[in-house]
């Protein structure tokens, strides 16, 4: 369905990018969509706009005046940029699951953990939970945690996340390479790792990224992230236990355009269902510098 929204430029917290969508039902047709843009420093604040959804062409209502989120104190584990990453409702409370980052002392080297903030008023604002993270780096994964994505069920909460193996720098430039972990909470704030790999990377793949969870009948279905050194593309498994899952990149449903803003790669995707059918929210070329898009499910 093309292109929704991308920065003007004039706004010096939010200059560039438009990354890692994460929509929420506020009305019928309209959805709140979080995302991070990076300001004159090059740190991502988490920024928000209103969608109003349509099977012809999506229309932007507003934009948040004001990030929602910045990056944190300096030494904090997000003092060098804040990212959305998935969103849980809980009663009237949004649990907003966010990506903390800082750089490492040696380029292109970072790190990354999971913190949690919290909207009392459908994500009008947010308040950290905590100043540290909620789920961070440890003996399971030493070197990253993020992109956690979150899915609230009846008796706990399931996380699939994305953990960081290890860096080659036996290579020019430095290659990294992470994949899809699991953990569990009874409360959606103090997890349980397990170690469990869900999605792991196949012969000649790098990456893969945030991972957007729906259930369905009999299990689950998930999209994501694959990037195989040519940049990103759009995968999709099946699970029936929400551990164990099947790759079926090929059903994904979506692909690179011949040319224009996602012709170059298509990451981060994120499904929903509404009255009107199935949509998903993605970023093109750059990581979400060329803006954030929508597909609708045919």
């Given at each position: 369905?093309?292109?929704?929204?991308?920065?003007?430029?004039?706004?010096?917290?939010?200059?560039t990018?438009?990354?890692?969508?994460?929509?929420?039902?506020?009305?019928?047709?309209?959805?709140?969509?979080?995302?991070?843009?990076?300001?004159?420093?090059?740190?991502?604040?988490?920024?928000?706009?209103?969608?109003?959804l349509?099977?012809?062409?999506?229309k932007?209502?507003?934009?948040?005046?004001?990030?929602?989120?910045?990056?944190?104190?300096?030494?904090?584990?997000?003092?060098?940029?804040v990212?959305?990453?998935?969103?849980?409702?809980?009663?009237?409370?949004?649990?907003?699951?966010?990506?903390?980052?800082?750089?490492?002392?040696?380029?292109?080297?970072?790190?990354?953990?999971?913190?949690?903030?919290?909207?009392?008023?459908?994500?009008?604002?947010?308040?950290?939970?905590?100043?540290a993270?909620?789920?961070?780096?440890?003996?399971?994964?030493?070197?990253?945690v993020?992109?956690?994505?979150?899915?609230?069920?009846?008796?706990?909460?399931?996380?699939?996340?994305?953990?960081?193996?290890?860096?080659?720098?036996?290579?020019?430039?430095w290659?990294?390479?992470?994949?899809?972990?699991?953990?569990?909470?009874?409360d959606?704030?103090?997890?349980?790792?397990?170690?469990?790999?869900?999605?792991?990377?196949?012969?000649?793949?790098?990456?893969?990224?945030?991972?957007?969870?729906?259930?369905?009948?009999?299990?689950?279905?998930?999209w994501?992230?694959?990037?195989?050194?040519?940049?990103?593309?759009?995968?999709?498994?099946?699970?029936?236990?929400?551990?164990?899952?099947?790759?079926?990149?090929?059903?994904?449903?979506?692909?690179?355009?011949?040319?224009?803003?996602?012709?170059?790669?298509?990451?981060?995707?994120?499904?929903?269902?509404?009255?009107?059918?199935?949509?998903?929210?993605?970023?093109?070329?750059?990581?979400?510098?060329?803006?954030?898009?929508?597909?609708?499910?045919?």
């Amino acid at each position: 369905m093309g292109l929704v929204y991308v920065p003007d430029g004039t706004d010096r917290l939010g200059r560039t990018h438009a990354s890692l969508p994460v929509p929420i039902q506020i009305d019928e047709c309209v959805y709140r969509v979080f995302f991070a843009s990076r300001d004159d420093r090059n740190y991502s604040h988490i920024w928000s706009i209103d969608v109003e959804l349509s099977c012809e062409k999506a229309k932007v209502l507003s934009r948040s005046t004001s990030p929602l989120l910045k990056p944190g104190p300096i030494g904090h584990f997000d003092d060098c940029g804040v990212y959305p990453a998935s969103i849980a409702k809980v009663d009237d409370t949004l649990f907003l699951y966010y990506i903390g980052w800082v750089t490492g002392a040696t380029s292109p080297v970072f790190y990354t953990n999971v913190g949690l903030a919290v909207s009392e008023d459908n994500g009008e604002t947010f308040d950290r939970y905590s100043s540290a993270p909620i789920i961070g780096r440890d003996e399971i994964d030493p070197w990253m945690v993020t992109s956690s994505f979150v899915l609230a069920e009846e008796t706990s909460y399931k996380m699939w996340y994305v953990g960081g193996s290890h860096w080659d720098n036996e290579v020019s430039p430095w290659q990294s390479y992470y994949q899809i972990k699991y953990a569990e909470s009874t409360d959606g704030i103090r997890w349980n790792k397990t170690g469990h790999v869900c999605i792991p990377l196949t012969k000649g793949e790098h990456h893969v990224s945030r991972t957007c969870v729906i259930p369905r009948k009999g299990g689950y279905e998930a999209w994501y992230g694959v990037n195989a050194g040519e940049g990103y593309r759009v995968g999709y498994a099946k699970s029936d236990d929400g551990l164990d899952w099947f790759r079926r990149d090929e059903e994904a449903g979506i692909f690179l355009s011949d040319s224009g803003w996602d012709s170059e790669t298509q990451s981060y995707p994120y499904v929903i269902d509404s009255d009107l059918g199935r949509f998903m929210f993605y970023n093109g070329n750059g990581f979400g510098r060329s803006g954030l898009g929508l597909a609708i499910w045919e």
